[in-house]
């Protein structure tokens, strides 16, 4: 079966980095694009990054661009997310998903259990 | 942006009603509309992709329509496994979700 295993959150202080990690099993990981979707605490979802199968292909919420910066590493099905500059209004939990493009639809077939960046002095 | 409203934010139900929650977008998405289930501290779950079509395994008692701006999820007979927030989310430009509605007893 699918599994996605976020790892890296934590308790940062404003303006620290952090790096988010998500390990992907059970698919052809270089196959699919993946993304990450954020929830803040008693909030809704926000879409976060996106990014393709090969790497070549990155996008990002403009309340995120230039401070995340998303990637992959194919031969150890992970993808990442780099979070620099964090601010208070960053906290939340972090969920990657697995995104299906196709000529049917475009949407997150499979989800993580997510992991909680707590941004915070 | 496109931006998603959502249809109650809250309601109140039975197991056995009938639930209809509505989502409508800012323009025109054609039908690039997806409904997720989420329930307290789990991830989200797909239940409907391009506005109609039923992800494979989820009960057929859920039911999504509608294209353009104006879209409906539809639960035919709410049963307890049921009660969670419900969010829409459009695929048709830079992805954004709906704020959720909560259904509860």
């Known amino acids: 079966e699918v599994q996605l295993l976020e790892s890296g959150g934590g308790l940062v202080q404003p303006g620290g980095s952090l790096r988010l990690s998500c390990a992907a099993s059970?698919?052809?990981?270089?196959?699919?694009?993946m993304s990450w979707v954020r929830q803040a605490p008693g909030k809704g979802l926000e879409w976060v990054s996106d990014?393709?199968?090969?790497?070549?292909?990155?996008y990002y919420a403009d309340s995120v661009k230039g401070r995340f910066t998303i990637s992959r590493d194919n031969s150890k099905n992970t993808l990442y997310l780099q979070m620099n500059t964090l601010r208070a209004e960053d906290t939340a939990v972090y969920y990657c998903?697995?995104?299906?493009?196709?000529?049917?639809?475009?949407?997150?077939?499979?989800w993580g259990q997510g992991t909680l960046v707590t941004v915070s002095s | 942006d496109i931006q998603m409203t959502q249809s109650p934010s809250s309601l109140s139900a039975s197991v056995g009603d009938r639930v209809t929650i509505t989502c409508r977008a800012s323009?025109?998405?054609?039908?690039?509309l997806n409904w997720y289930q989420q329930k307290p501290g789990k991830a989200p779950k797909l239940l409907i992709y391009?506005?109609?079509s039923l992800k494979s395994g989820v009960p057929s008692r859920f039911s999504g329509s509608g294209s353009g701006t104006d879209f409906t999820l539809t639960i035919s007979s709410l049963q307890p496994d049921d009660f969670a927030t419900y969010y829409c989310?459009?695929?048709?430009?830079?992805?954004?979700f709906g704020g959720g509605t909560k259904v509860e007893i």
């Open positions: 990014l393709s199968g090969s790497g070549g292909s990155t």
């Open positions: 323009q025109s998405i054609s039908n690039s």
């Open positions: 998903a697995r995104r299906i493009v196709g000529t049917i639809g475009d949407y997150f077939d499979y």
């Open positions: 059970a698919f052809t990981f270089s196959n699919y694009a």
């Open positions: 391009a506005a109609s």
């Open positions: 989310q459009q695929s048709f430009s830079t992805l954004s």
